[in-house]
């Protein structure tokens, strides 16, 4: 009886970021590098393309119908290429998805990667530009820019002071502003 330990790629238990429209490829290999056996096959199980069934699923297990567990997974079949197997898909909706790449031996024995299903988070093809967020800190403006530290012993006795009083006091910050051209 042949063992075959399989690697996955991307490997299990990583999470994938990706957009509608592009392209996810998953190869399935053995973990010691010899050629995978002839007879075998490679699939991976998936909820890709299936996003209204797993909606559904989940619905109706918070509900009082009977759930409909694990419909929205399939078996894809994966091609051959040279030692190994692989899959390409589209992705064509919005979702979080999983798989997991395994082998099956002639006999129906299934030899599946340690750890846990590949996670896709997959956003509109819309988010990819145009929504970038800037953060700036003011303090890094102001007259104190440069300064090495800005740590004044007179003012922070007095700071603590006033916070035993229960007040706040905010430091001095820059100003940003926006400059047009003449």
């Not at 894809?76 to 589209?90: C, H």
Request: net charge positive; hydrophobic share 35%.
């Amino acid at each position: 009886m042949q063992t075959l330990v399989p690697v996955m790629t991307p490997a299990t238990g990583e999470r994938l970021l990706r957009f509608v429209g592009d392209r996810v490829r998953f190869t399935l290999r053995s973990a010691d590098g010899k050629a995978l056996p002839g007879k075998w096959r490679g699939l991976l199980r998936t909820n890709f393309g299936r996003g209204q069934v797993l909606r559904n699923e989940i619905i109706t297990s918070r509900g009082s119908e009977k759930p409909m567990t694990g419909a929205s997974w399939r078996d894809v079949p994966m091609q051959r290429e040279g030692d190994q197997w692989f899959i390409e898909l589209t992705l064509a909706e919005v979702g979080y998805f999983k798989a997991k790449a395994y082998a099956v031996d002639e006999r129906g024995f299934q030899f599946w990667p340690d750890g846990p299903d590949a996670g896709l988070s997959v956003h509109p093809s819309s988010y990819r530009t145009a929504n970038t967020i800037y953060c700036a800190f003011t303090r890094l403006f102001g007259e104190t820019k440069t300064a090495v530290t800005t740590a004044n012993r007179q003012l922070e006795a007095q700071f603590k002071q006033l916070d035993k009083l229960g007040f706040a006091v905010i430091p001095p910050s820059g100003k940003l502003c926006a400059h047009r051209p003449a």
